[in-house]
């Protein structure tokens, strides 16, 4: 009987065995870096969006803060305002003679010009607390761009020197006075009279029995005029506007060689959104009502 046995396979050396395991080729790793790198490219891209928008939210914040700080300063300390009940001004609302920014706005063209004309007043007013009297003004510094920096005004005064304030104030250095904010591009104050409306214009030194009020206007243009209240006159109310420069902006206006180059830069129409305005009305419990027209 014969019996047939399979034949074993040859044995392969160990060293000559092929292995078998999986690996990645060539073209696959390089396929897996093309892939990572355009990920970590995106995540890169998406994290400098992230920080930049982070940057334009806090600066417009830092606008929103300073500007309503200004706006509330200012709000507070005009509705403090009183009478001197005799002949010094009690309240002054005069525009310099500096020409005003005329900006153009987003969308306007040759055609259809669209523009938004800015001002930069100066005010003074009296305040009083108990037995003291107290002069406050405000102007603005270094405004031969269209902008300039609000610096405060204030001093004690005793009743005989109140006729001087105005010239007090206007003839003090501006370094006598408080820095109170930078980039302020618009500053303008309108006096209201009792039904909201502004204060009808009247013939230069107009008197009545019960008010004295001068005001005209400017002989430079620009359709704004200066207010002169006396004895018991003040006006009704007080419409405030406030325009403030994004920082970013200042800067780079402060980089430009001379006024006149930040004028014309500050006036085109793309910065017109780097602008802040606010504006609030002001009730001045202290006036006579019979003062005003």
Not at 39 to 48: D, K, P, S, T, Y
Not at 71 to 99: C, D, H, T
Not at 194 to 205: E, V
Not at 234 to 241: F, G, M, S, T
Request: aromatic share 8%.
């Amino acid at each position: 009987m014969n019996t047939t046995f399979p034949c074993p396979a040859p044995l392969t050396p160990p060293g000559l065995r092929p292995d078998r395991r999986a690996a990645f080729t060539l073209i696959e790793i390089m396929v897996a870096m093309l892939l990572l790198s355009v990920i970590i490219i995106g995540l890169v891209a998406m994290f400098g969006q992230t920080q930049n928008a982070f940057r334009v939210g806090m600066a417009q914040s830092d606008i929103t803060e300073a500007g309503r700080s200004v706006m509330n300063m200012v709000s507070r300390e005009l509705a403090e305002a009183v009478p001197s009940g005799m002949g010094a001004s009690n309240f002054i609302i005069y525009n310099p003679p500096i020409a005003s920014l005329v900006q153009d706005l987003t969308g306007s063209t040759n055609t259809t010009p669209t523009r938004r004309s800015y001002s930069l007043q100066e005010v003074l007013f009296l305040t009083r607390q108990n037995k003291q009297w107290n002069v406050i003004g405000y102007r603005l510094g270094a405004a031969d761009a269209g902008y300039g920096t609000l610096y405060r005004f204030e001093t004690n005064l005793p009743p005989s020197l109140l006729p001087a304030a105005p010239r007090i104030f206007a003839t003090n250095d501006i370094a006598n006075f408080s820095r109170v904010a930078d980039g302020i591009i618009h500053f303008r104050i309108r006096p209201l009279d009792i039904h909201g409306f502004p204060l009808p214009l009247l013939p230069a030194n107009a008197t009545n029995l019960h008010q004295q009020i001068f005001s005209y206007e400017r002989q430079t243009g620009g359709g704004e005029f200066d207010y002169y209240f006396a004895s018991n006159a003040l006006p009704h109310a007080l419409n405030i506007e406030i325009g403030v420069l994004a920082p970013r902006l200042v800067e780079r206006l402060r980089a430009l060689p001379d006024a006149a180059t930040r004028r014309t830069y500050l006036s085109k129409s793309a910065q017109s959104g780097a602008v802040e305005m606010y504006q609030q009305r002001v009730t001045l419990p202290s006036g006579d009502r019979l003062a005003n027209p």
